[in-house]
């Protein structure tokens, strides 16, 4: 859909999809009117019977949602998918902000989608998190092993409120309970709300958003990479920024604090051939090359035994260092991206940290700061604490992508 119309002029923004009993399609998005107000607009399909769904008729009556009084008019976006309430109606849920710091999501009712209630209070704020841009909120089954529709509830059922925090570029997320009767959800753990704790990504990441596939009973999860390279490299190759491998989503019950992600099962019809290696002693400070021959896209399952050696002392790493800062426990995983001379290299690890508890904390991180030999391309290191449970193995899948075909790529080893 272009800018065409008064209230979406100055952009057609973000929005979301509800598929209807009666299979009609309904979607909610934002547009910037001529004046910059964010106000939501309604359009569905031209032709239902296109699988492609390729032409999109807008409501002739557009808007169908204004911004609230005492709400700032140019910080009210980006609508969910629609979810059935108790009493039979729709409601959906958009980001917000209030007195310039509090980020919130309020919750509209609605039986046909032309016309919106605005419930009493807000689903959810915390104070200090900014704008919410591209809300999400949805369901997970805490003892199963497949995705819910977005109406689900009930028994076995938590919901997780997900926001796109446009102060800082990152997507928070907790896991929660949702009231049916108040239409308010509330965090498991306050100390890690909204904004405040968990991440969905650790890396460059964004304005993710997720889809329920009734096909095959899976909750899908897709995300925005952003470009780091200069405007006018993005000019001069003609793109910048891509869209994540979509991920399935479940909940995990092992932990009960977390979401867990896995890419979803159509990559593996990616795969040409494979090579196993297997019982590899990789001795500290070493790297161990691994030929894998010419490759542009790898899917890569690496598991790690390791020797845990005691420590009388609290060690005070985790990722900010990179890989070159080293401990008795590690960092170990492998170098992706490198050349024959290890001058351009990625560093994929874990770091197991013992704790002042005399328990064992591990990281999963990623170091960018030799990825590539431009000076002018952003390189962070990046990652974050990941549960490792007794009986698990520290086991990690990469999936790689290389823009430049070269003769021979390597895959290596490092602790």
């Known amino acids: 859909m272009i800018p065409d119309r008064w209230y979406d002029i100055n952009g057609v923004w973000t929005g979301s999809a509800t598929l209807l009993p009666d299979g009609r399609i309904m979607m909610l998005y934002t547009g910037s009117t001529n004046e910059s107000i964010q106000v939501q607009n309604l359009a569905y399909p031209a032709n239902l019977s296109d699988p492609l769904l390729i032409d999109w008729v807008k409501y002739p009556d557009n808007p169908v949602i204004v911004p609230p009084n005492g709400t700032e008019t140019d910080e009210f976006r980006d609508p969910t998918t629609a979810w059935m309430g108790p009493d039979g109606t729709w409601r959906i849920t958009i980001g917000s902000r209030y007195n310039k710091s509090v980020g ?31 809300v999400d909120f949805y369901p997970v089954a805490i003892n199963g ?8 509830n009930g028994p076995g059922t938590k919901h997780v409120l997900k926001a796109s925090l446009d102060d800082t570029k990152r997507d928070h997320y907790a896991i929660g309970v949702y009231d049916l009767a108040t239409d308010k959800w509330t965090p498991d753990n306050p ?19 997720t889809f329920y596939d009734q096909s095959k009973q899976r909750r899908v999860l897709w995300g925005w990479i952003n470009e780091t390279d200069t405007e006018t490299d993005d000019l001069a190759k003609g793109w910048a920024s891509v869209q994540t491998i979509p991920r399935e989503v479940l909940y995990d019950n092992k932990t009960g604090t977390n979401i867990l992600q896995w890419p979803v099962e159509e990559i593996e019809s990616l795969r040409l051939r494979s090579t196993d290696f297997t019982e590899i002693v ?65 560093p994929i690890f874990f770091r197991p940290v013992n704790t002042t508890e005399g328990t064992v904390e591990t990281y999963f991180c990623a170091d960018e700061t030799r990825s590539s030999e431009a000076s002018d391309v952003y390189k962070q290191v990046y990652g974050s604490t990941v549960p490792v ?13 290389e823009i430049d075909l070269l003769p021979d790529s390597h895959i290596t080893e490092t602790k």
């Open 282 to 346: 990789v001795g500290p400070g070493s790297v161990v090359p691994l030929s894998i021959g010419q490759a542009t896209q790898l899917d890569i399952f690496a598991e790690f035994e390791i020797e845990m050696v005691s420590e009388t002392k609290h060690e005070k790493y985790g990722c900010s260092g990179g890989a070159v800062d080293r401990s008795n426990l590690g960092p170990f995983g492998l170098l992706v991206i490198a050349d024959q001379t290890l001058s351009e290299l990625t």
């Open 104 to 134: 919130l999501s309020l919750v509209y009712q609605t039986s046909n989608f032309t016309t919106y209630d605005l419930l009493e209070g807000v689903l959810h704020a915390v104070p200090g998190t900014g704008m919410w841009e591209c």
């Open 191 to 209: 100390k890690e709300d909204v904004g405040i704790g968990l991440q969905v990504d650790y890396g460059r990441y964004y304005a993710s958003k």
């Open 389 to 401: 449970l007794t009986d698990e193995k520290f086991q990690m899948r990469l999936l790689v992508r």
């Open 145 to 152: 092993s497949t995705g819910l529709d977005s109406s689900a």
